[in-house]
């Protein structure tokens, strides 16, 4: 077989027939990803395998290139595929435009409903299913304010990501309930961090990193600014607290949502359609310190911040 970028994920046992699976003996799922394969991955793939130990995984790395995706998803279209599962906003909406028929599980979707890939959070009128990463803002905010009484807060996000954004426009919507103004810090590309500002009368008092794969790869440089800075951060990331020094962290658990993924695609093996299976998000969060950020900038962080915390850098 020629080389295509897929990798193939296979694991042999003996499988409960269902009804709704291709001719193989076991379920095939198309894995469409547009960033690295990493915790939410893992947690779908044993999530499936808990119950039907024989499934096929086709890997689909798009690396964010839209180009790329299509070509998988025209390669997807000539095997028989049981599933397409998707993970973020961009592959997501691309995955649906070109796929109507398929039952498509989706996760890392910061707003399914806002960005239209389905009707409501009870049924998506459509192929369509899936656990959003959503995390409410204003509980982060108020983690936030426990440490900082910010008046000005520097959100720093990617407009190129609709997941960036929808985070961007959150923040501003609760400005007149936690009285504060935010400051829009665009990034689209390394050589912008230079220009943002951390200091002088312009500033902001506290940064918010959205979630985005951009500003998790500038994360070192971007954050080594705003430290230097002393400003208080709070990242949507996990990784830009425990390795890149973000001051605090309130994220979804990522194994967490694959294993929730994982219960929507078995419904759909056992016959469920994709639009009776209502999408979710998580109800509980992690919270991440970085303590190292603490003694760099110099805050104080209460007690009972400390005692809930889930992670903590030390």
Same mark, same amino acid.
């Given at each position: ?71 998988? @998803? ?14 973020? *906003? ?17 996760? $890392? ?17 459509? !192929? ?24 000005? @807060?520097?959100?720093?996000? /990617?407009?190129? /990501? ?15 309930? @936690? ?8 990034? *689209? ?9 951390? %200091? ?9 990193? *959205? ?15 705003? /430290?230097?800075? !002393? ?6 990331? $996990? ?26 695609? $078995? ?5 469920? %359609? ?15 310190? !970085?303590?190292? *950020? ?21």
């Amino acid at each position: 077989m020629s080389r295509t970028g897929i990798v193939f994920c296979l694991s042999l046992l003996l499988l409960v027939p269902g009804p709704v699976l291709a001719a193989e003996p076991f379920p095939s799922v198309a894995m469409f990803e547009w960033q690295r394969d990493g915790a939410v991955e893992n947690g779908f793939r044993e999530g499936v395998q808990r119950r039907y130990p024989e499934a096929r995984f086709y890997v689909y790395s798009a690396a964010e290139d839209p180009e790329l995706l299509q070509r998988f @998803l025209d390669e997807a279209a000539t095997r028989d595929h049981d599933l397409y599962y998707v993970a973020g *906003t961009a592959a997501a909406r691309r995955v649906l435009a070109a796929e109507k028929k398929k039952p498509v599980v989706f996760t $890392m979707v910061q707003a399914p409903v806002e960005e239209g890939l389905i009707a409501s959070w009870e049924t998506s009128e459509n !192929n369509a299913t899936g656990i959003s990463n959503r995390v409410p803002i204003l509980n982060q905010l108020k983690a936030l304010r426990r440490i900082s009484s910010f008046r000005t @807060l520097g959100v720093l996000y /990617n407009p190129t /990501n609709p997941d960036s954004r929808q985070q961007l426009l959150e923040l501003e919507r609760l400005q007149p309930f @936690l009285d504060y103004e935010v400051l829009r810090l665009p990034v *689209t590309a390394a050589p912008q961090v230079r220009d943002l500002r951390f %200091s002088g009368p312009l500033a902001p008092e506290a940064v918010y990193l *959205t979630h985005d794969p951009l500003i998790e790869r500038l994360g070192h440089s971007v954050l080594e600014r705003i /430290n230097g800075a !002393n400003l208080p951060s709070l990242a949507a990331d $996990m990784s830009l607290v425990t390795r890149r020094g973000a001051l605090l962290g309130l994220v979804p658990d990522e194994y967490r949502i694959g294993r929730l993924a994982a219960l929507s695609a $078995m419904k759909i093996f056992e016959g469920s %359609s994709p639009t009776a299976i209502p999408s979710s998000a998580l109800d509980f969060f992690m919270v991440a310190l !970085n303590m190292h *950020t603490v003694r760099e900038i110099d805050v104080q962080v209460p007690f009972s911040l400390l005692v809930i915390a889930d992670t903590i850098v030390r």
